[in-house]
């Protein structure tokens, strides 16, 4: 079983997902850790609940960035983690972290990449350009984390179409219920090695 760890920052819908996919094996993992940069985020509390070792890393624990990444490092190998999820982290992945894990951090982001991403684009602010924009469809990308925000190699990605009534909070209830499938299906397609990622 692949050993996957978690990286949130709020909420923890997706993570949820995650773990209850993991709880009914239609996604063959196991999370080993939840870390969070949020020591009071509702997302910590869902881990805990599920028996997940949790953690929190920040500028707080460690206001040096090269230490807090080292730690970051540290601890997921520690972990024995293979894969890594941000499932709403809202930081960046230092280097050391994401060198040592190279070709295996995903994040999923709710626009259709590249439209709509880059810093400052999150949560409901996304579906509001979407909205803003006039665009007809909007939809999920799964990719890999390549050092800035929501760069990387596109690995999933599904459509939806807007409606004429379309809200950005409408929006994002649909684009979140597809999320919430998408990622564990992605994740064990990875595991099965059929996405091809690039790595390097
Ligand atoms: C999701 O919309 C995800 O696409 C984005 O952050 C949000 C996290 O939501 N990266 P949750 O914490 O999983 O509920």
Do not use: W
């Amino acid at each position: 079983m692949k050993k996957l760890g978690i990286l949130v920052s709020g909420r923890g819908s997706n993570m949820q997902a995650i773990l209850e996919a993991c709880d009914s094996g239609s996604l063959k993992a196991k999370v080993g850790l939840v870390l969070s940069n949020n020591a009071d985020c509702p997302a910590l509390i869902i881990a805990q609940k599920y028996n997940i070792a949790t953690l929190h890393l920040s500028s707080k624990t460690h206001p040096d960035q090269q230490t807090l990444d080292l730690a970051m490092h540290n601890a997921l190998s520690e972990h024995q983690i293979e894969i890594v999820i941000m499932a709403g982290f809202m930081k960046k992945i230092g280097l050391q972290t994401l060198s040592a894990f190279k070709g295996r951090i995903i994040n999923i982001h709710p626009s259709l990449l590249p439209k709509f991403g880059g810093k400052g684009m999150y949560g409901h602010r996304v579906h509001e350009a979407v909205i803003a924009a006039g665009e007809k469809e909007s939809g999920v990308t799964i990719h890999l984390v390549e050092g800035d925000y929501d760069q990387g190699q596109i690995l999933a990605q599904r459509k939806i179409a807007l409606s004429d009534l379309e809200t950005s909070s409408s929006l994002a209830d649909k684009i979140l219920k597809i999320e919430h499938v998408l990622y564990a299906e992605t994740i064990q397609k990875i595991i099965d090695g059929q996405i091809t990622r690039t790595l390097d």
